[in-house]
Nanobody, 124 residues
Framework: QVQLVESGGGLVQAGGSLRLSCAAS?????????MAWFRQAPGKERDFVAA????????DYADSVKGRFTISRDNARNTVYLQMNSLKPEDTAVYYC????????????????WGQGTQVTVSS
């Protein structure tokens, strides 16, 4: 069992930056899990944003955030981050952290564990 708690969301103007954090806790070692961020805008489905492998050596991004967002992890702190730069109003959504030992399941949007989400609002 893994518990995930996101933080760092808020209100920012277009062009600004935010850094989201997701702290993990549980019985298994954090480095056993691939981690990802998803987001869900009002009235829309939850979409994949970015994923990172167990050691941080591999990453994947949605086309809509490539070059603007960076996912990273600190296995010593059991935390995964999402650095979001050049934010746009269309980035407004609830952002969710997710974990799964299987990277493929994670990027397909079927992870074993989800956080509760943190709201990001980008004003124009």
């Amino acid at each position: 069992q893994v518990q995930l708690v996101e933080s760092g969301g808020g209100l920012v103007q277009a062009g600004g930056s935010l850094r989201l954090s997701c702290a993990a806790s549980g019985r298994r070692t954090f480095s056993n899990y691939a981690m990802a961020w998803f987001r869900q805008a009002p009235g829309k489905e939850r979409d994949f944003v970015a994923a990172i492998g167990w050691s941080g050596g591999s990453t994947d991004y949605a086309d809509s955030v490539k070059g603007r967002f960076t996912i990273s992890r600190d296995n010593a702190r059991n935390t995964v981050y999402l650095q979001m730069n050049s934010l746009k109003p269309e980035d407004t959504a609830v952002y969710y952290c997710a974990a799964d030992a299987r990277y493929a399941a994670l990027v397909r949007g079927r992870p074993d564990y989800w956080g509760q989400g943190t709201q990001v609002t980008v004003s124009s």
